[in-house]
């Protein structure tokens, strides 16, 4: 990690969780993380890359490790969306469920950015597929999106980006609107 000491005062702001993600590879910078104040940190590339690594460190920090899985379609990917793996999202998440995740972040390559909602089909089947919360990440554009999926039942949370960034969205409003769960 090379942004520790700005790590480390966001997490001293306040009552606030910090899910932190990018580049944690190793068990060493994972601890940092934790040991920093990060309540919870994500891995993706190196879970497909090197799933039996990535289950010793869930097991070594239970309810502490987010695995995100980036999707196209059904298949997963890693390096930043740049390489296409042989694993499958649902056979990938069921694998990874066994295991003391503390949730999954699934995102819709194909519905990221793209301002047109998320994929409710396969959030829906990959929530009911496994008992690990999902976070669900890809499309998520107007605040009737978070209101849908907060109905479903399904999803521990949401990622929202471009919307916020494009002001389609207003923060407040979106967790005035699923009762200030986030």
Not at 24 to 49: C, F, H, P, Y
Not at 115 to 140: C, S, V, W
């Amino acid at each position: 990690p090379v942004n520790t000491a700005i790590v480390e005062q966001i997490v001293k702001l306040g009552d606030i969780k910090v899910q932190l993600g990018g580049g944690l590879r190793n068990e060493a910078s994972i601890k940092q993380m934790l040991d920093a104040g990060v309540a919870r940190v994500i891995i993706g590339t190196a879970a497909v890359k090197n799933f039996e690594w990535f289950t010793k460190i869930v097991k070594k920090f239970p309810q502490k490790i987010v695995l995100s899985l980036d999707a196209r379609g059904t298949k997963v990917a890693t390096h930043g969306w740049l390489q296409e793996s042989p694993m499958q999202l649902m056979e990938f998440a069921e694998k990874a469920s066994q295991f003391p995740v503390a949730a999954i972040i699934y995102t819709d390559i194909d519905k990221d950015g793209m301002l047109a909602g998320p994929n409710f089909e396969r959030i829906k089947a990959l929530a009911q597929a496994i008992k690990t919360p999902i976070i669900a990440a890809g499309g998520i554009t107007r605040l009737e999106d978070i209101i849908k999926l907060d109905k479903l039942g399904v999803v521990q949370g949401v990622i929202v980006g471009r919307a916020l960034y494009e002001g389609k969205m207003n923060l407040a409003d979106a967790i005035n609107a699923v009762g200030a769960k986030a």
